[in-house]
């Protein structure tokens, strides 16, 4: 191996930053997470039993999140291993999950799509969307952010395309539409990305509106509090997904419980709260239960409904 391409491999390794964590130490991905899940009661939903005439999610673990949208499954921001991090040559170094994903990977029914907020590795987990990707190839699209696609683009995919903060896309029956949230991009600490000023190269972070029969989703993807929501247009928002964890001492990056609750009950009108980025992995230094305790206490101060507060947990709407 010539000189520059070690230096370039030991650099990837030793700055193998986790965005979203501004992470631990690294450690190596090891077999189970079953003794601690099982302390935090992991639930597990039946999509099997799921009806294509309503809209079903369950809660499988951090941010992701399956769908049933009038028939169409959409899992989001899928991490479903042991480990989140930087994935070479068939291991994952980074930090461990304290609770297992509420299905196992085989146990996942077949997503039609899969959506991706932004490139950070625990949002887009190589090796689980390689996993998903190789058990049904070619058969999955995958939408995700301006600027991301290149770190899975060598997968096995039926479709892969970006969207842009304004973007909209008819797909699969869906209307989607991508916003800008307050993040940051970059996968590796040396990369180009839109919250250092790079807005024509530099890596992008989303939320998505979806909308199909008159109802509309919200996946808020990862964000800290800001009037950005204010933008989304159409009305109000039936359910919206938003982050609830890491915000000690990631303020500037990602909201707390009551900043979730304020965009989503005042900027975005939503009836139903979904939480994730939370009980998943310790991302920030707040006890890794405070984040659901916090909207627990809060939820009911605002005009809006808390649809689960706990991993595996199923909700449907069809109201």
Same mark, same amino acid.
């Given at each position: 191996?010539?000189?520059? @391409?070690?230096?370039?491999?030991?650099?990837?390794?030793? @700055? &193998?930053?986790?965005?979203?964590?501004?992470?631990?130490?690294?450690?190596?991905?090891?077999?189970?997470?079953? &003794?601690?899940? &099982?302390?935090?009661?992991?639930?597990?939903?039946?999509?099997?039993? =799921? %009806?294509?005439?309503?809209?079903?999610?369950? =809660?499988?673990? *951090?941010?992701?999140?399956?769908?049933?949208?009038?028939?169409? +499954?959409?899992?989001?921001? /899928?991490? +479903?291993?042991?480990?989140? #991090?930087?994935?070479?040559?068939?291991?994952?170094?980074?930090?461990? %999950?304290?609770?297992?994903?509420?299905?196992?990977?085989?146990?996942?029914?077949? /997503?039609?799509?899969?959506?991706?907020?932004?490139?950070?590795?625990?949002? +887009?987990?190589?090796?689980?969307?390689?996993?998903?990707?190789?058990?049904?190839?070619?058969?999955?699209?995958?939408?995700?952010?301006?600027?991301?696609?290149?770190?899975?683009?060598?997968?096995?995919?039926?479709?892969?395309?970006?969207?842009? $903060?304004?973007?909209?896309?008819?797909?699969?029956?869906?209307?989607?539409?991508?916003?800008?949230?307050? *993040?940051?991009? $970059?996968?590796?600490? =040396?990369?180009?990305?839109?919250?250092?000023?790079? +807005?024509?190269?530099?890596? !992008?972070?989303?939320?998505?509106?979806?909308?199909?029969?008159?109802?509309?989703?919200?996946?808020? #993807?990862?964000?800290?509090? !800001?009037?950005?929501?204010?933008?989304?247009?159409?009305? !109000?928002?039936?359910?919206?997904?938003?982050?609830?964890?890491?915000?000690?001492?990631?303020?500037?990056?990602?909201?707390?419980?009551?900043?979730?609750?304020?965009? &989503?009950?005042?900027?975005?009108?939503?009836?139903?709260?979904?939480?994730?980025?939370? @009980?998943?992995?310790?991302?920030?230094?707040?006890?890794?239960?405070?984040?659901?305790?916090?909207?627990?206490?809060?939820?009911?101060?605002?005009?809006?409904?808390?649809? $689960?507060?706990?991993?595996?947990?199923?909700?449907?709407?069809?109201?």
């Amino acid at each position: 191996m010539k000189n520059t @391409s070690r230096r370039k491999f030991i650099k990837r390794i030793l @700055s &193998a930053s986790i965005a979203s964590l501004v992470i631990p130490p690294l450690f190596l991905r090891n077999s189970s997470v079953s &003794a601690i899940s &099982a302390s935090l009661n992991v639930l597990r939903p039946i999509p099997e039993s =799921w %009806r294509n005439d309503e809209v079903t999610l369950a =809660w499988i673990g *951090h941010s992701t999140v399956l769908i049933n949208f009038f028939g169409t +499954m959409i899992l989001t921001d /899928p991490v +479903m291993y042991e480990r989140i #991090g930087v994935y070479i040559l068939g291991m994952t170094f980074g930090p461990q %999950r304290y609770s297992a994903p509420a299905l196992e990977l085989d146990e996942l029914p077949k /997503p039609d799509l899969i959506l991706l907020s932004h490139a950070h590795m625990d949002h +887009m987990d190589y090796e689980t969307l390689l996993t998903i990707t190789n058990k049904f190839p070619n058969e999955i699209d995958c939408i995700t952010a301006f600027n991301t696609a290149d770190v899975i683009s060598d997968l096995k995919w039926k479709s892969l395309q970006e969207m842009d $903060w304004g973007g909209k896309l008819d797909f699969l029956g869906i209307n989607f539409k991508a916003y800008e949230v307050k *993040h940051f991009g $970059w996968r590796y600490p =040396w990369e180009k990305d839109r919250s250092k000023g790079y +807005m024509e190269d530099g890596r !992008s972070y989303n939320a998505y509106v979806l909308e199909k029969n008159g109802k509309r989703i919200l996946f808020g #993807g990862d964000t800290a509090f !800001s009037e950005l929501f204010h933008k989304v247009d159409g009305g !109000s928002i039936d359910i919206a997904i938003m982050p609830i964890g890491a915000y000690v001492p990631w303020r500037k990056n990602h909201c707390n419980p009551e900043e979730a609750l304020i965009m &989503a009950s005042e900027h975005l009108k939503a009836k139903y709260f979904l939480p994730i980025h939370c @009980s998943t992995f310790k991302q920030g230094t707040e006890p890794i239960d405070e984040p659901l305790s916090w909207l627990n206490n809060s939820y009911k101060n605002y005009n809006l409904e808390l649809g $689960w507060d706990k991993i595996g947990q199923t909700f449907t709407f069809n109201s």
